[in-house]
């Protein structure tokens, strides 16, 4: 039973370039959300989806990010022109469904390295 | 939003019992109270989950007043394994509440030898 799944595991762009960043939830998880890590720091929300929906996107910047959960395949978390301000961690998490006592169950991260 | 305010490191050693305290004085009614535990280069992995009074589990107890404005996690025998950022959080119930969910700096905490 494979958990969340991440990928790249690092991520190195050159400035401008686009970086994209996948999830696979966990099997039977529907639900799944992008978080930011910067270090030191705790994880600040982006975006929170559902098959092929956007529910919740209030944590996600205004330019240049989007993200998508398609009918088939992973997420996508994508920054277009990256800059060096986007370097962090990026942690993608999924659950069952949006009810009560929810539980995030998260992957091993994408290390954005932008040069 | 459930806002948490918990020490920012702990120190400890092994074979020790330890407990991270949480306050969340403007938590809501129907919030639960979850702990996640995270390791360098890891995603935040969940640990406990209560809403009132005492839970227990294979991993640790979760101690949560009648007033609910506070929590402890409670880890028994510590070993250096359990290294790790705690995080205390509010978990709102309902649909589209994944925006409530706030993960504050975390207690770092490190247990010595």
């Known amino acids: 039973n494979a958990g969340v799944m991440q990928n790249p595991r690092h991520l190195v762009r050159r400035r401008g370039q686009e970086a994209r960043l996948r999830c696979s939830p966990m099997?039977?998880?529907?639900?799944v959300y992008w978080y930011r890590q910067l270090p030191e720091e705790g994880l600040k929300f982006m975006v929170y989806?559902?098959?092929?929906?956007?529910?919740?996107e209030s944590g996600m910047p205004k330019e240049r990010f989007s993200a998508e959960f398609p009918k088939e395949g992973p997420s996508i978390l994508r920054i277009q022109q990256v800059v060096r301000g986007d370097s962090a961690a990026y942690f993608c998490?999924?659950?069952?469904?949006?009810?009560?006592?929810?539980?995030?169950?998260f992957g091993s991260g994408t290390q954005l390295s932008v040069l | 939003l459930a806002k948490t305010t918990q020490p920012i490191s702990m120190d400890s050693y092994e074979g020790q019992e330890v407990n991270i305290t949480c306050s969340h004085n403007?938590?809501?009614?129907?919030?639960?109270i979850t702990w996640y535990q995270q390791f360098p280069s890891q995603g935040p992995r969940f640990i406990i989950q209560?809403?009132?009074t005492k839970v227990t589990n294979e991993v640790a107890s979760l101690f949560i007043p009648a007033d609910r404005k506070s929590s402890t996690l409670s880890l028994p025998r510590v070993s250096l394994s359990d290294t790790a950022v705690y995080y205390c959080?509010?978990?709102?119930?309902?649909?589209?509440?994944?925006?409530?969910?706030?993960f504050g700096s975390g207690t770092r905490l490190s247990i010595r030898p």
């Open positions: 959080l509010g978990s709102p119930a309902g649909y589209s509440s994944a925006s409530k969910i706030i």
């Open positions: 998490a999924s659950s069952a469904g949006a009810g009560d006592q929810e539980k995030l169950f």
């Open positions: 209560g809403y009132k």
């Open positions: 989806l559902q098959k092929e929906n956007i529910i919740d």
């Open positions: 403007n938590i809501a009614t129907n919030d639960y």
């Open positions: 099997k039977g998880h529907s639900h």
